[in-house]
């Protein structure tokens, strides 16, 4: 979704009234961009309890999560300009800060008071490429959202490909350039914990765009906090625009340990279909089919369809119905009351500024 901006530029004048020393900075061109979205969501859902009873609630969005973000830019001269992202997420049913802590522990340092839990890092970036220093999101997370209709979902209960690759992570280095149309990005992480530098956690990508054809994969290796486990991620998937009206979208990926014998392979199909200028149905099914051992076999299903109406370029409202189906071995999600069948309604208010 594209966010309205406000942006607030330097000028050699307003530098020069600050202080007179600082005349030669006044040459380079500066801004700061100020942005955010909220998005509210009313979900009615089953199976919540641990009795199995359904339960409405009020939450953060259910694709977007809300935020406010703060974005930097300043021209250093022949292409090469200094960059920085700080963006914070939050739940507007009680205003309490979200993405606090680490994500089940790949995402490196524990931090239940972050503030800047969506992003925070800095860099350059020139023409040919850049380089970024900061809590950012992980490369398999920036290529699957190309997979799916509403990019990766926010709410865990339409996620499935997340939980496996793990959306952020701290300490990272990120590499991106472009080569012959592929652009290409390389991760790396520093610094998870005392005596554990990180060294084996790392990431690649490559994606391809030509036209309305999207093409895109990833290989994703992550240490857990304590050094004891190693989780391996690869996926290939994409979009393709086939006329104004219809967008698919398609993508697998696959996921292995090195210390325990849980293997899921993941697949997922849908579409975006653009009814009227100012309605648009979005459709997929996630399947994560699990093995590894007669203990850990199991499946879980994912399915939604969901109606969006825009009133304006900042103003939208959605409805949207899901189904999570869990069997097996497959453990069962935090969102769930028992093992089994979950079906939602959701609706969502939605602004951006």
Known sequence: MTLTRRTFRSTPLFLAVLCTPFAAAAQSTGSVTVYGLVDVAVRRATNVTAAGNSDTSMDDGTFTGSR???RGREDLGGGLAAVFTMEHGFDPSTGTPLQGSATADYGQVQAPTRFWGRQVFMGLSAPYGSVL???QYTLAHAVA???????????LALSIFSSHHIARQDNLMRVDGKVAGVEVSVSKTFGEVAANDGSDAW?????WTSGPVFVGGYVQQMNNVSDTERRKIVGLGGNWKASPMFTFYGGAMRRTNAV???????WTLGANIEVL?????????????????????GSRKVSYLSA????????????TIDGNQVKGGYAKPAFM??????????VDVRHTF
């Open 277 to 297: 200028p100012e309605v648009t149905l979005s459709v997929a099914h996630l399947s994560d089919d699990q093995g590894g051992s007669s203990a850990l076999d």
């Open 133 to 135: 220093f900061g809590h």
């Open 203 to 207: 990431a690649l990508s490559a994606t």
């Open 145 to 155: 959202a190309r997979f799916q209709p509403q990019g990766n979902p926010n709410n």
């Open 308 to 319: 969006s109406y825009r009133f304006s370029k900042r103003t939208d409202i959605a409805a």
């Open 337 to 346: 009351g028992t093992t089994g069948d979950q079906t939602a309604f959701t």
């Open 68 to 70: 406010l973000g703060f």
């Open 260 to 266: 325990s014998p849980q293997e899921n392979t993941v």
